[in-house]
């Protein structure tokens, strides 16, 4: 008999319904085989007698980071305007985190854009203003706000205002 393990998922941020605060932690790792405890004098797991996983035990090998920034401002998680969206970018342009609302302005869904680089989606002419402009707001750790045309999932070029800015992470000292 097999056992599933469940974890809670949240899609949005900041509080539940029922009040309770999640942090969200990003967790990089790997599945280990790993040997039955018994081979481990003074280890002891507790597992029920009719378990017949016994000959494949496994385990998850992983560093959480938690993630400080995911936490955005209440203005805009609470915000029912279905025109703006969140986005987080790592310091190459990629895409750390995408609101769910995104759906609704480009017609892309978060998974679709997580990972990719934000400057390829910019138009041709904008491209390096956008570039320009991310880079002086790590460099002074300010802010700026700039409209520029991306591409939306049908293909066609939208106007979008950005209001952006650095952060330093409080733990780590990096941007």
């Given at each position: 008999?097999g056992h599933l393990n469940r974890l809670k998922q949240r899609n949005s941020l900041g509080p539940s319904r029922d009040g309770t605060n999640y942090a969200v932690v990003h967790c990089t790792g790997y599945i280990k085989n790993w040997?039955?405890?018994?081979?481990?004098?003074?280890?002891?797991?507790?597992?029920?007698?009719?378990?017949?996983?016994?000959?494949?035990?496994?385990?998850?090998?992983?560093?959480?980071?938690?993630?400080?920034?995911?936490?955005?401002?209440?203005?805009?998680?609470?915000?029912?305007?279905?025109?703006?969206?969140?986005?987080?970018?790592?310091?190459?342009?990629?895409?750390?985190?995408?609101?769910?609302?995104?759906?609704?302005?480009?017609?892309?869904?978060?998974?679709?854009?997580?990972?990719?680089?934000?400057?390829?989606?910019?138009?041709?002419?904008?491209?390096?203003?956008?570039?320009?402009?991310?880079?002086?707001?790590?460099?002074?750790?300010?802010?700026?706000?700039?409209?520029?045309?991306?591409?939306?999932?049908?293909?066609?070029?939208?106007?979008?205002?950005?209001?952006?800015?650095?952060?330093?992470?409080?733990?780590?000292?990096?941007?």
């Open positions: 008999a040997p039955p405890t018994d081979m481990f004098p003074g280890v002891h797991m507790e597992r029920p007698v009719d378990d017949d996983m016994h000959a494949s035990h496994c385990c998850l090998v992983a560093i959480g980071r938690l993630q400080v920034t995911s936490t955005a401002s209440n203005d805009m998680t609470n915000s029912n305007n279905q025109s703006e969206f969140i986005t987080r970018h790592a310091m190459d342009g990629k895409f750390t985190f995408v609101d769910q609302r995104v759906m609704n302005v480009l017609g892309y869904t978060p998974t679709d854009l997580l990972g990719k680089i934000c400057y390829d989606f910019c138009h041709a002419e904008d491209q390096m203003n956008v570039k320009d402009s991310f880079d002086q707001v790590l460099k002074q750790k300010g802010n700026f706000s700039l409209m520029y045309r991306t591409r939306a999932k049908s293909g066609e070029y939208v106007w979008i205002r950005t209001h952006a800015n650095a952060f330093l992470n409080p733990y780590t000292e990096e941007v």
